[in-house]
């Protein structure tokens, strides 16, 4: 049915963001555990704790709408977690891994700050300003962590580009890094 409502859109992002992040909180586990950086591994483990907060707050805006949470499959998000799964695939462990892992995250950070900005400026024009706070609350989240990978990524791809820079093939034995770094098995 084409006719659909403002409101109804608004409630149909919701449902496709509440899937997202659900998504989400399956996702971050692993690109945690495939971090080389324990900077990184901590920044993903962090954000999950955030994502599981998200979804919380997703709920919650459902209840200020009096309806229940429904869950919309979000595709886009399915797609960039499944580039984050390549990049795991692809690369070996160490900072060349790290340098496309935050490239992967970042694009999953683009794509919800540009959901939550749009669901909090509906919820606002709907005049739903406690929901548009709680979004508002997590669109500050979602740059807050954006920041961050930029800032590891300013620690990190210099050292991934310093291999190739350097002709050696990326080995993360060959070269000791002023980054701390997990375990590798």
Same mark, same amino acid.
Do not use: W
């Given at each position: 049915?084409?006719?659909?409502?403002?409101?109804?859109?608004?409630?149909?992002?919701?449902?496709?963001?509440?899937?997202?992040?659900?998504?989400?909180?399956?996702?971050?586990?692993?690109?945690?555990?495939?971090?080389?950086?324990?900077?990184?591994? $901590?920044?993903? !483990?962090?954000? /999950?704790?955030?994502? +599981?907060?998200?979804?919380?707050? %997703?709920? @919650?805006?459902? =209840?200020?709408?009096?309806?229940?949470?429904?869950?919309?499959?979000?595709?886009?998000?399915?797609?960039?977690?499944?580039?984050?799964?390549?990049?795991?695939?692809?690369?070996?462990?160490?900072?060349?891994?790290?340098?496309?892992?935050?490239?992967?995250?970042?694009?999953?950070?683009?794509?919800?700050?540009?959901?939550?900005?749009?669901?909090?400026?509906?919820?606002?024009?709907?005049?739903?300003?406690?929901?548009? $706070?709680?979004? !508002?609350?997590? /669109?500050?989240?979602? +740059?807050?962590?954006?920041?961050? %990978?930029? @800032?590891?990524? =300013?620690?990190?791809?210099?050292?991934?580009?310093?291999?190739?820079?350097?002709?050696?093939?990326?080995?993360?034995?060959?070269?000791?890094?002023?980054?701390?770094?997990?375990?590798?098995?």
């Amino acid at each position: 049915m084409k006719n659909h409502t403002f409101r109804d859109f608004y409630e149909k992002l919701l449902a496709d963001t509440l899937d997202a992040e659900n998504q989400l909180t399956k996702a971050l586990p692993k690109l945690a555990k495939a971090s080389y950086a324990e900077e990184l591994r $901590s920044a993903f !483990e962090e954000h /999950l704790a955030q994502t +599981k907060e998200h979804v919380t707050r %997703l709920e @919650q805006v459902f =209840e200020i709408h009096n309806t229940k949470p429904k869950r919309t499959k979000c595709k886009a998000m399915e797609g960039l977690i499944e580039e984050g799964a390549e990049v795991i695939d692809e690369f070996e462990t160490g900072d060349l891994r790290d340098a496309a892992l935050i490239s992967a995250a970042q694009k999953v950070e683009h794509y919800e700050i540009s959901g939550y900005g749009t669901l909090r400026t509906f919820a606002s024009m709907l005049g739903e300003t406690q929901a548009a $706070s709680i979004l !508002e609350k997590t /669109l500050g989240e979602e +740059k807050a962590a954006d920041q961050k %990978l930029n @800032q590891l990524s =300013e620690s990190i791809n210099p050292e991934a580009a310093s291999a190739d820079m350097a002709g050696a093939e990326h080995d993360p034995g060959k070269k000791a890094s002023t980054r701390s770094r997990q375990k590798v098995a």
